[in-house]
């Protein structure tokens, strides 16, 4: 079945412990992105990867990193916590990053920074 | 610059009535539009997607939605709505100048609710 699968789905932190949420796609797409889900402002892109070893910043990258060694997986590293990246992300992914194709979404990783 | 708004945060139907789910957008040039929905505790999922062919898209579960570039909209329609089509409506845009999804830009959102 093709899916984006990303883990963990539900995960409680503390400010400034290092942690790192997975992503992986069986449908060998060039093309992944992390998204941000917060009450009232819709998605917002974190970081985008065209390729493996190609990426490059969203629209609010700040406190995020992110690597792409390998096509399968993207995962978003979060080096020092804090409460304001309490929040929903999505991970997603599509055939590439052209216009028009469909993107395939991850089911979110609710993620709590106290 | 790109942009997209999502005119009502909240829509209430009754079952077997139609639904219109209304987005406006500001793109400088041909802009791709979509339609995106999110059940619950889901990811999202594509409904319909424009890209500069018919102005009239079809999408999956009866919706449609019409591209109006005089009015710079691409509302979402439905004949008649079911209980299951309770969830929140995302329109997104994106030019297809530079041609990269990194450029998707998402509304925020209108959350349907369909009363028996």
């Known amino acids: 079945e093709a899916q984006v699968t990303q883990n963990p789905r539900y995960l409680i932190t503390v400010t400034g412990k290092k942690l790192t949420v997975t992503c992986s796609q069986n449908?060998?797409?060039?093309?992944m992105s992390w998204y941000r889900q917060d009450p009232g402002l819709g998605l917002r892109q974190i970081y985008y990867?065209?390729?493996?070893?190609?990426?490059d910043k969203g629209d609010v990258p700040e406190g995020y990193k992110v690597s792409r060694k390998e096509k399968r997986n993207f995962p978003l590293i979060l080096e020092s916590p804090s409460p304001n990246q309490t929040s929903l992300y999505f991970c997603?992914?599509?055939?590439?990053?052209?216009?028009?194709?469909?993107?395939?979404f991850g089911e979110g990783s609710w993620l709590t920074v106290v | 610059a790109q942009s997209v708004t999502q005119l009502d945060s909240h829509v209430s139907v009754s079952e077997g009535t139609p639904v219109l789910l209304r987005c406006n957008y500001s793109?400088?040039?041909?802009?791709?539009l979509f339609w995106y929905v999110q059940h619950p505790n889901k990811g999202l999922q594509l409904l319909l997607k424009?890209?500069?062919?018919?102005?009239l898209v079809k999408g999956i579960n009866g919706f449609e939605a019409e591209f109006k570039k005089s009015e710079t909209s691409f509302h979402l329609t439905k004949p008649s709505a079911h209980m299951s089509d309770a969830a929140e409506y995302f329109c997104?845009?994106?030019?297809?100048?530079?041609?990269?999804?990194?450029?998707?830009?998402f509304g925020k959102g209108t959350k349907l609710s369909v009363k028996p």
């Open positions: 997603a992914s599509s055939i590439t990053g052209a216009i028009g194709n469909t993107i395939y």
């Open positions: 449908m060998n797409h060039e093309y």
């Open positions: 990867s065209m390729n493996v070893e190609v990426t």
């Open positions: 793109s400088s040039y041909s802009p791709s």
């Open positions: 424009y890209t500069s062919a018919a102005t």
């Open positions: 997104v845009v994106s030019d297809s100048y530079g041609g990269s999804q990194g450029n998707l830009i």
